[in-house]
């Protein structure tokens, strides 16, 4: 079975082998050397020298950590969203009492930075923006650098979802100034689900002691705290954290520049490939992720029985549209551990799978 959705995603046999090991005191010496070698790696991929920590959690609870480290109940936030999940962002600073002003666009197009800059100046009150740089849902990757230059002229802090990038984009957190960056092991990372990273800012940290939403579990200064001991304040997903290491070792003797390389070639394959087929890619083209390619439903197909027969009868499982994009697009995970035969072998599937639901490539004309 092909597993081609964003997350979770296949896990190398290193990495499965690393994931069986017997349990360690999370307490203890190995596990505090085994979490320096994490962090330092992840500072790596997140070209930052910030804090990165580690949290229990899928990458919402990284996004809540963000929202409720930094801000206060009433404090105005932008949330700037083209997406489910730059929703999903405005959704956890709601439920913890952020005043929320939405800036919304349009799914499939990327976020409009003259827009983002007139929220601002609009909004002098503004604490703070939230953005998903690779808006999964859609398969759309933003432009962080302009929209972190707008949110520097105004002296917002920045938080990122960059939950489905990190680890196969080039995100220099620093160069940028973003103040706290979020992503999850189970996206481009090669690993199994469990682990959050955040990193965080000095910036960040002194909004974070001023700022007074309830928070617990996901403290950051707590984990900080731990993090000096080489430990996190509760007990980790000790399992998932050996096969973080272990995926983390492979992307070390790869390399972040070839691994963002192999990225952007294998979104081309699966965008070109898509197009030769009669299909049409479903994010603006300028803005197209490189690891998760969405495609329009042609007209008169079932996106439930494209995907079935894919699964069925070539063992692929891609991934439909979220919410209002349900039956309208399907997606093509393409993250981590994935090398072009595998977009090709999709690719040679779709092309059998889609005249078995109904689709006819070009109206012939005589
Ligand atoms: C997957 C994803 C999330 C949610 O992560 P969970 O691990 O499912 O909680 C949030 N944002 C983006 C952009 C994602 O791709």
Redesign the pocket.
């Known amino acids: 079975m092909q597993l081609r959705i ?2 979770p995603t296949p896990l190398p046999p290193q990495v499965l082998a690393a994931m069986g090991r017997q349990m360690i005191n999370h307490r203890g010496k190995e596990f505090s050397g085994l979490i320096q070698q994490v962090i330092g790696r992840l500072q790596t991929f997140f070209q930052t020298r910030n804090d990165v920590l580690l949290l229990t959690a ?4 990284g ?1 809540e950590a963000a929202v409720v480290n930094m801000l206060s109940p009433g404090d105005p936030v932008l949330c700037i969203s083209n997406g489910f ?1 730059g929703d ?1 962002f405005s959704d956890i600073s709601r439920a913890f009492g952020a005043e929320v002003t939405m800036l919304t666009f349009e799914w499939g197009k990327p976020i409009d930075v003259d827009a983002v800059r007139r929220a601002l100046a609009q909004g002098p009150r503004l604490k703070a923006i939230q953005v ?1 740089q ?3 849902s859609t398969g759309v990757a933003n432009d962080i650098t302009a929209i972190s230059a707008v949110a520097h002229e105004f002296d917002k802090l920045i938080l990122v ?1 960059s ?2 990038g990190l680890g196969a984009v080039d995100l220099p957190v620093d160069r940028l100034g973003l103040d706290v960056v979020v992503s ?1 092991s ?2 481009a990372w090669m690993s199994p ?1 469990g682990l959050a990273m955040i990193s965080v800012s000095q910036r960040a940290w002194e909004a974070q002691a001023k700022a007074r939403m309830p928070r617990c579990y996901f403290d950051l200064a707590e984990a900080k705290k731990f993090y000096a001991r080489g430990q996190t304040p509760w007990t980790p997903a000790v399992g998932a954290a050996y096969g973080l290491a272990a995926a983390l070792e492979l992307m070390a003797a790869e390399g972040l520049s070839p691994i963002v390389a192999r990225h952007e070639r294998i979104a081309r394959k699966a965008r070109e490939g898509v197009k030769a087929l009669g299909l049409s890619p479903f994010a603006d083209e300028r803005y197209a992720s490189t690891t998760v390619t969405s495609v329009r439903v042609p007209e008169g197909v079932d996106a439930k029985k494209l995907l079935q027969v894919m699964y069925t009868d070539h063992n692929i499982e891609l991934a439909g549209g979220q919410q209002k994009l349900e039956g309208k697009i399907f997606r093509i995970g393409h993250l981590g551990w994935v090398n072009e035969t595998e977009i090709d072998g999709v690719l040679k599937a779709l092309a059998q799978a889609l005249p078995r639901v109904g689709y006819v490539k070009t109206p012939v004309s005589r």
């Open positions: 964003p997350g899928s990458g919402t609870g996004m999940f999903r998903v690779n808006e999964t979802d939950i489905s999850a189970q996206k689900p």
